[in-house]
């Protein structure tokens, strides 16, 4: 049988239905249709303001490729200028070639790209060496814990470096159901409250953060790279396999097989939830090692850092979830790296440069 007509131009054939509505689009129409959803996220969130100097977190994954990209069409109309941050964590056998698609896409896009590195942002540490850290304490699942942690910080110092006002992610609406049932499963209704919405203002001199294919299903995001015949890495980073997130992958597939619209009612329940009067925390003070907004003595990524130099990671992540505050206590001296050949020594005393700015 014939594929259907475009119910948009009446004039192609229909190349795909779009997963939740069933409506039959060509290519072309499909692609207008979905930067057309972005625009609308973008304005009536007002989430990128005219004269915006915006940072793209650029992993060369097909998410970020595809915010890069509609934006680029976007740019003029929404009267911000672009700029590509790339984070290298330092993992070996695949970092090296994600970031080697950012800069196709920068050369092809002309868009101008920073990459700043875990290495020299926190002194020597990169996620090979983490990783080498938490596994010889048996936590070898706490990578993306650190990893998420630290790219943060990292993306906001390449941010502030190109002088950017504000920061997007390309986190679409799978990822951020993900975020939801993982916080779920975790009982961390601070992080359930805080989840919702399309992005942070810029609280505690943070840049504002955004995530404008954040109502976007991650089976549209992969139809449009295709349709645009966009060039991005899609192999999984070598330490995701351990992640608990990709539980709440397998549980959100076989929630979306009975109910397809299961992410973005995730995601729009998140919005609605808040913690009650009785249950919020008291309200965020600053990192005493950087002056990022923190509800402990240190943020979260001074913590992380200050565990690995210690030796400790394993209480630095606990720390997240009502662990011992190790600020003040007298732990030993900053150990050598794990493996003395892989890694240069991480310096003492916390995250070196990156302590100057705020982090979270
Ligand atoms: N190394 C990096 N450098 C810059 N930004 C990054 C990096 N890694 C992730 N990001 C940003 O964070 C977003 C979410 O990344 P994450 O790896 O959690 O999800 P993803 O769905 O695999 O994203 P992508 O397909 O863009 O890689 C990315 O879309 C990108 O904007």
């Known amino acids: 049988m014939p594929a259907p007509q475009c119910a948009s131009c009446h004039a192609a054939r229909a190349a795909l239905r779009r997963p939740r509505s069933g409506q039959a689009l060509c290519g072309a129409c499909f692609c207008t249709a979905f930067e057309a959803e972005v625009l609308h996220t973008v304005l009536a969130g007002r989430l990128l303001p005219p004269g915006a100097v915006v940072a793209v977190g650029a992993s060369g994954g097909k998410d970020s490729t595809v915010l890069a990209h509609v934006l680029r069409e976007l740019a003029p109309r929404l009267g911000?200028?672009?700029?590509?941050?790339?984070?290298?964590?330092?993992?070996?056998?695949?970092?090296?070639?994600?970031?080697?698609?950012?800069?196709?896409?920068?050369?092809?896009?002309?868009?101008?790209?920073?990459?700043?590195?875990?290495?020299?942002?926190?002194?020597?540490?990169?996620?090979?060496?983490?990783?080498?850290?938490?596994?010889?304490?048996?936590?070898?699942?706490?990578?993306c814990t650190f990893c998420g942690v630290l790219r943060r910080r990292a993306l906001e110092e390449g941010a502030r470096l190109v002088g950017a006002t504000h920061i997007v992610t390309g986190h679409n609406a799978d990822d951020m159901a993900e975020t939801v049932l993982m916080n779920f499963l975790r009982g961390d209704a601070g992080r359930l409250a805080r989840g919702g919405g399309l992005g942070s203002r810029g609280e505690g001199g943070a840049l504002p953060r955004c995530r404008p294919l954040q109502l976007a299903s991650q089976k549209e995001v992969v139809l449009y790279a295709h349709f645009r015949r966009l060039d991005y890495f899609s192999e999984e980073c070598v330490y995701a396999p351990e992640a608990f997130r990709g539980h709440a992958r397998h549980l959100l597939k076989l929630l979306e097989a009975a109910r397809?619209?299961?992410a973005l009612d995730l995601v729009h329940s998140a919005e609605r939830?808040?913690?009650?009067?009785?249950?919020?925390?008291?309200?965020?003070?600053?990192?005493?090692?950087?002056?990022?907004?923190?509800?402990?003595?240190?943020?979260?990524?001074?913590?992380?850092?200050?565990?690995?130099?210690?030796?400790?990671?394993?209480?630095?992540?606990?720390?997240?979830?009502?662990?011992?505050?190790?600020?003040?206590s007298s732990g030993p001296p900053p150990p050598p790296p794990s493996d003395p050949g892989s890694a240069p020594g991480p310096a003492a005393g916390g995250c070196g440069a990156a302590c100057k700015e705020r982090c979270e």
Do not use: H, N
């Open 273 to 328: 939830l808040a913690l009650a009067p009785a249950a919020r925390p008291p309200p965020p003070g600053a990192c005493s090692r950087c002056g990022a907004l923190a509800s402990r003595a240190l943020c979260q990524a001074c913590a992380l850092l200050d565990g690995l130099q210690r030796g400790r990671p394993r209480l630095a992540i606990g720390k997240g979830r009502g662990g011992r505050d190790e600020e003040g």
């Open 80 to 143: 911000v200028s672009l700029r590509l941050v790339a984070v290298d964590e330092g993992i070996g056998g695949y970092r090296d070639a994600a970031l080697a698609a950012v800069r196709r896409q920068a050369a092809r896009w002309d868009l101008p790209l920073t990459v700043v590195a875990y290495a020299d942002l926190f002194g020597g540490w990169t996620m090979d060496a983490v990783a080498r850290s938490t596994a010889g304490s048996g936590r070898s699942r706490a990578c």
């Open 260 to 262: 397809p619209s299961a």
